[in-house]
T-cell receptor, first 110, second 112 residues
Framework: ELKVEQNPLFLSMQEGKNYTIYCNYS?????LYWYRQDPGKSLESLFVLLSNGAVKQEGRLMASLDTKARLSTLHITAAVHDLSATYFC??????????FGTGTRLKVLA | EPEVTQTPSHQVTQMGQEVILRCVPISNHLYFYWYRQILGQKVEFLVSFYNNEISEKSEIFDDQFSVERPDGSNFTLKIRSTKLEDSAMYFC??????????FGPGTRLTVT
């Protein structure tokens, strides 16, 4: 059964610093997704990673996928306060089931 | 930009009552999903629906839960006899071809 783990669960970082969130999944997965959730809000899609070695970047966020290691990373460059949110990764095997990680609550301190 | 909508935004019900949560998917999307999120916790998959039938369901989705697409537009989640532990945010999500999911704003269900 597909399981997804994220670490760290909580991340407090200074503005301007870099950090990486890790997402491991247990079995073969077709695709890997990253979402952002602000408090009390829904999930916003950030990245869809479809193949080994895929790298996508949007602003200060960059996501990558290593299917051999069953690992995806979300790298934050020069963090700003606006990036404070909870970030979830999710993996799917086929079209019908998406399994989410535990989430990483990011707080960027001024 | 098309979006997924959900009603109601907040539902308060008494234990043992039936509730129906509604979702209007994006019009050309074919795959529909329900998730729940207990406050402060992770997003849990409940069920996926394609071609008018359930494709996959989780262990959470027991006999108390059902889904249907009664009129070709709405996608509903019914909980037959609510329990206190059903209190959560319920999100509907849709996708056209099984890739990027678009989430609705959610329904907060409070069972008292």
């Amino acid at each position: 059964e597909l399981k997804v783990e994220q670490n760290p669960l909580f991340l407090s970082m200074q503005e301007g610093k870099n950090y990486t969130i890790y997402c491991n999944y247990s079995t073969t997965s077709d695709r890997l997704y990253w979402y952002r959730q602000d408090p009390g809000k829904s999930l916003e899609s950030l990245f869809v990673l479809l193949s080994n070695g895929a790298v996508k970047q949007e602003g200060r966020l960059m996501a990558s996928l290593d299917t051999k290691a069953r690992l995806s990373t979300l790298h934050i460059t020069a963090a700003v306060h606006d990036l404070s949110a909870t970030y979830f990764c999710a993996a799917s095997s086929g079209t019908y089931k998406y399994i989410f990680g535990t989430g990483t609550r990011l707080k960027v301190l001024a | 930009e098309p979006e997924v909508t959900q009603t109601p935004s907040h539902q308060v019900t008494q234990m043992g009552q039936e509730v129906i949560l509604r979702c209007v998917p994006i019009s050309n999307h074919l795959y529909f999903y329900w998730y729940r999120q207990i406050l402060g916790q992770k997003v849990e998959f409940l069920v996926s629906f394609y071609n008018n039938e359930i494709s996959e369901k989780s262990e959470i989705f027991d006999d108390q839960f059902s889904v249907e697409r009664p009129d070709g537009s709405n996608f509903t989640l019914k909980i037959r006899s609510t329990k206190l532990e059903d209190s959560a945010m319920y999100f509907c999500a849709t996708t056209r071809g099984g890739y990027e999911q678009y989430f609705g704003p959610g329904t907060r269900l409070t069972v008292t």
